[in-house]
């Protein structure tokens, strides 16, 4: 099993910034990829951002040169620096990851408990 472990949301005013931290831990292998979604309310969770195992970067267009995603091997953790918030950016986040447990095996899809995003003045 594996557990992703967020943290650093929170509320902003409009314009300011906010980094968000994912640490995975468990049974890890290697993790292929690793991100964010996030969900408002009644509405279908979607991409954030998304990192690979090779460094690729996939970015949804609404948040292109505003959020920033990274991770550290090391330590199996992703980090989503979100800068110049807007209201529409409010919502619950969610961590995801691919991870591959044994060799030879598929990755398997985890996701963490959420951390909220709020942006108002």
């Known amino acids: 099993q594996v557990q992703l472990v967020e943290s650093g949301g929170g509320s902003v005013q409009p314009g300011g910034s906010l980094r968000l931290s994912c640490a995975a831990s468990?049974?890890?292998?290697?993790?292929?990829?690793i991100g964010w979604y996030c969900q408002a309310p009644g509405k279908q969770r979607e991409l954030v951002a998304t990192i690979t195992r090779d460094g690729s970067l996939n970015y949804a267009d609404s948040v292109k040169g505003r959020f920033t995603i990274s991770k550290d091997n090391a330590k199996n953790t992703a980090y989503l620096q979100m800068n110049s918030l807007r209201p529409k950016d409010a919502d619950v986040y969610y961590c995801?990851?691919?991870?591959?447990?044994?060799?030879?095996?598929?990755?398997?899809?985890?996701w963490g408990q959420g951390t909220q995003v709020t942006v108002s003045s």
């Open positions: 468990g049974s890890i292998l290697s993790i292929t990829a």
């Open positions: 995801y990851a691919r991870v591959v447990h044994k060799v030879g095996f598929r990755g398997s899809d985890y």
